[in-house]
């Protein structure tokens, strides 16, 4: 699958900034610069939002060459919905979530710019599915889970190892929890580098404007799946991509084509 | 001559008819004067006033009033905001006595107004500042900044003090009016987001480049899996070659009776050295009961060594256990002196000897 369009589209959805010239630490201080401006004039929006646009540019510049951690995926999602740009910003927070998971910020973030997407009013489409799991559960990294799991196992080896040598049971107890554990993470660990795997085979879309009608075929000249269109801001999965529109698949399992410019894709 | 003579005969014939006829010539005269119908002459002054329908101006809207008019228009403000009102009054002033009075003109039926302003007509009466000046009063909002006059008012009327009908009906145009047009002020709205979204994260860490988890290799993995248990292996080999004793005792510990009396034995440690010699003995006869079938609760020494001799254990550890059972029945019944203090602290490891000893000859360790 060749992303070269997506990326084109991305770099066109961004603010062009002449910044080629310009070292990283330059280019972060102009992207502060602007952020602030547009902070000091948040209470006029139509003045606002060009000083958060060029920020979003600038924080974009970066994260082109390269750069990526939460700090700026939190900095330029946030450039973005102060922008008025809400496609941008859930991008821009999912991909700081894949670097930091644990990110609260980053995850109430998100929470809230979903909260700005028009859902349609009848029915669940294209809406997330609510996830059940407990605000207070962590969400641990993989590198950690993996080092748990490892940690587990050595210490189920040597306690099995020390039982076969003084056969106490507490201890053959003990070394089997240990063995245990260190399964189950290990399952865990698989189940999430599966989808891992999915997520870069089947990368994330966002609708990038409102009304987009998710079609039968790859062609306007297929009637709509659904008679709802869907509005910007709205997740869902790249299936596959033919001639210039795209299979996605939202997040309530709904399938449908769309054309490549209604979406923005969350390629490397 | 002649003719002379000949008026001269004609007057004096008719004459005296004349002065007979002329008093009835003037009071008839007099009398048509007077006998004028003023039905008549109302319908005259009527049709005066009536407005003639053909002849109107098709495209423009008319009036409705008959007279001699002139008309004016002024604006106030001339400066103002796009989609701002101002005051528009058009005045008609009556040149002669009005016929009709002038009605209100919809602006909105001229295009020239209608594309450029938004037209608030107000349902007022005409002002009136004397009896011969009408003023109406329109508010108008200029649609945009590109609008720069109001344009001429056409005010159509017929003027029924021209004789020639078919130009009584008479167009006359206000000037157009300057007026200057700003931007209209915007209102601010500010930017509604939550409040951490105006929060910037700062300093080097903006700057970092982190790479997502990602699985290790195949061959990483079943490295991890693989050298824990080779390294557990190692050293158990590695102990029983250190600890041959060690490594025996683990072996006949294998037994599961012996394991479990062993096991019981060691959580006496706690107890009190009376209670501890009790516990003791019976835990040694429970593993002989599992182990050589001894059918006694309590044994005796003696009892002791016939069944070891029954099982073909050699003298020595049929001693042994003997011996045993003596120092246990020493150390629970008779009174505590430093002797037997001594002989309870060596009876747990007396025990465990023992149970390790018949393990020992029922089933010998192999010599690696």
């Not at chain 2, 608030?120 to 006059?149: C, I, N, Q």
């Not at chain 2, 000859?361 to 192999?366: A, H, I, R, S």
Request: glycine fraction near 6%; aromatic fraction near 8%.
């Amino acid at each position: 699958m060749s992303y070269a369009p997506i990326l084109i589209t991305l770099l066109l959805h961004a603010e062009p900034v002449l910044a080629a010239g310009l070292l990283d630490s330059e280019v972060l201080e102009r992207a502060e610069a602007e952020f602030e401006e547009g902070v000091r004039l948040r209470q006029a929006r139509d003045q606002a939002q060009p000083h958060f646009r060029n920020a979003a540019g600038y924080f974009e510049e970066l994260r082109q060459r390269g750069l990526a951690n939460a700090a700026l995926y939190r900095n330029l999602g946030n450039a973005y919905l102060l922008a008025g740009d809400l496609p941008g910003a859930i991008l821009a927070y999912h991909r700081g979530l894949r670097l930091a998971p644990n990110d609260a910020g980053l995850r109430e973030s998100l929470a809230e710019a979903r909260e700005h997407v028009v859902y349609p009013a009848s029915g669940d489409l294209g809406r997330p599915r609510s996830t059940e799991r407990p605000p207070w559960l962590p969400h641990v990294g993989s590198g950690w889970l993996m080092l748990a799991a490892m940690v587990c196992y050595v210490l189920g080896c040597l306690g099995l190892t020390r039982w076969r040598m003084v056969l106490r049971e507490r201890l053959l107890f003990t070394s089997l929890t240990a063995l245990a554990l260190a399964g189950v993470l290990s399952v865990w660990l698989i189940l999430r580098a599966s989808e891992r795997r999915e997520s870069e085979t089947h990368p994330l879309v966002v609708i990038a404007r409102d009304g987009v009608l998710l079609r039968r075929g790859n062609s306007t000249t297929f009637p709509p799946r659904y008679d709802t269109p869907v509005n910007r801001g709205v997740e869902g999965r790249l299936l596959f991509e033919r001639g210039g529109w795209l299979q996605i698949e939202l997040s309530g399992s709904e399938l449908g084509w769309v054309p490549r410019d209604a979406v923005f894709v969350d390629a490397p | 001559m002649n003719s002379d003579k000949t008026i001269s005969s004609i007057v004096r014939l008719f004459f005296p008819v004349l002065i007979r006829v002329y008093p009835w010539l003037i009071l008839s005269i007099l009398l048509c004067s007077f006998s004028l119908d003023p039905q008549a002459e109302g319908s005259e002054e009527g049709e005066a006033n009536e407005v003639p329908v053909v002849g109107r101006p098709v495209d423009l809207p008319f009036s409705e009033a008959s007279g001699w008019f002139e008309a004016q228009a002024r604006a106030e403000p001339t400066t103002v905001e796009a989609e701002t009102p101002l005051t528009f009054t058009v005045s008609v002033r009556a040149v002669r006595p009005a016929r009709r009075p002038p009605q209100r003109l919809d602006l909105r039926q001229l295009p020239e107004f209608a594309e450029q302003f938004y037209i608030e007509d107000p349902s007022e009466e005409a002002a009136r500042p004397d009896d011969r000046t009408w003023e109406f009063t329109y508010r108008l909002k200029p649609r945009r900044t590109e609008v720069r006059a109001i344009p001429s008012l056409p005010f159509v009327y017929f003027n029924p003090y021209l004789r020639t009908a078919s130009k009584g009906f008479q167009v006359l145009y206000t000037d157009p009016i300057p007026i200057h047009v700003l931007p209209h002020e915007k209102v601010q709205v500010p930017i509604q987001a939550p409040e951490r979204a105006f929060v910037l994260a700062t300093g080097p860490a903006v700057l970092e480049r982190q790479t997502p988890w990602t699985p290790p290799r195949p061959g990483s993995i079943l490295a991890m899996l693989l050298v824990p248990p080779l390294g557990c292996l190692a050293w158990y080999l590695l102990w029983r070659r250190l600890y041959p004793d060690a490594a025996r005792v683990a072996s006949q510990q294998r037994s599961s009776a012996a394991r479990r009396a062993v096991q019981a034995l060691d959580s006496l440690r706690r107890l009190d050295p009376q209670a501890r010699a009790a516990i003791t003995t019976s835990i040694v006869a429970n593993y002989l009961h599992q182990r050589l079938d001894l059918t006694i609760a309590e044994p005796t020494p003696h009892e002791i060594a016939l069944l070891f001799a029954q099982h073909d254990f050699s003298p020595t550890l049929t001693q042994r256990a003997s011996h045993f059972f003596d120092v246990c029945d020493r150390a629970r019944f008779l009174p505590a002196d430093g002797g037997t203090a001594v002989a309870q602290v060596e009876l747990h490891d007396s025990a465990i000897q023992l149970i390790l000893a018949v393990e020992e000859e029922t089933c010998p360790t192999p010599q690696s």
